[in-house]
T-cell receptor, first 115, second 109 residues
Framework: DAGITQSPRHKVTETGTPVTLRCHQTENHRYMYWYRQDPGHGLRLIHYSYGVKDTDKGEVSDGYSVSRSKTEDFLLTLESATSSQTSVYFC??????????????FGEGSRLTVL | GQNIDQPTEMTATEGAIVQINCTYQTSGFNGLFWYQQHAGEAPTFLSYNVLDGLEEKGRFSSFLSRSKGYSYLLLKELQMKDSASYLCAVRGGNTPLVFGKGTRLSVIA
């Protein structure tokens, strides 16, 4: 299994509070991603990174920011959490983006509840 | 943009064969992936197609027709443990994977 760990795995917070989710990999993969998964919507890309300090927005980036100061760590921050951000968040990594494979390996997910 | 469609739910009998379809519309195409996701777990990679045709891997096969924007995942000799969601995902060029909403498969005795 790919070495990806997410923390925290579960979090309950209140509306308006900041939240940071951490993704740590030991595979030295270049690309890292944050997806959220909600019933009826499937997996949707929030942000992704293609190198240290290089990030780009995904389909549902509003209300989220990311940072990648080291190859192995990718942080997702909700500056002021809202109930609509209650979701399961998955971090994923891949060696490549548009090459022959570039399959994603997923972390175990972080379940966030915003009250 | 990209649009990916797959059935929401399917039910099949243990030992049978089931086909899960996926249709997509993308600007550019650089591969189609299938993932399996058991309830409460992370998705795991099943198959990858970039050229037309059938890719077989044990009990699972995946087919692609680029001209029709169509793929299917074929599961043979169904087992109870195959009850899961199956996610179709498309890469439309040098961009991250875009996922369909997933098909929840229930295998019944």
């Amino acid at each position: 299994d790919a070495g990806i760990t997410q923390s925290p795995r579960h979090k309950v917070t209140e509306t308006g509070t900041p939240v940071t989710l951490r993704c740590h990999q030991t595979e030295n993969h270049r690309y890292m991603y944050w997806y959220r998964q909600d019933p009826g919507h499937g997996l949707r890309l929030i942000h992704y990174s293609y190198g240290v300090k290089d990030t780009d927005k995904g389909e549902v980036s509003d209300g989220y920011s990311v940072s990648r100061s080291k190859t192995e760590d990718f942080l997702l921050t909700l500056e002021s959490a809202t109930s609509s951000q209650t979701s399961v968040y998955f971090c994923a990594i891949s060696e490549s983006l548009g090459q022959a494979t570039g399959e994603l390996f997923f972390g175990e997910g972080s379940r966030l509840t915003v009250l | 943009g990209q649009n990916i469609d797959q059935p929401t739910e399917m039910t099949a009998t243990e030992g049978a064969i089931v086909q899960i379809n996926c249709t997509y519309q993308t600007s550019g195409f650089n591969g189609l992936f299938w993932y399996q996701q058991h309830a409460g777990e992370a998705p795991t990679f099943l198959s990858y197609n970039v050229l037309d045709g059938l890719e077989e891997k044990g009990r699972f096969s995946s087919f692609l027709s680029r001209s029709k924007g169509y793929s299917y995942l074929l599961l043979k000799e169904l087992q109870m443990k195959d009850s899961a969601s199956y996610l179709c995902a498309v890469r439309g060029g040098n961009t991250p994977l875009v996922f369909g909403k997933g098909t929840r498969l229930s295998v019944i005795a």
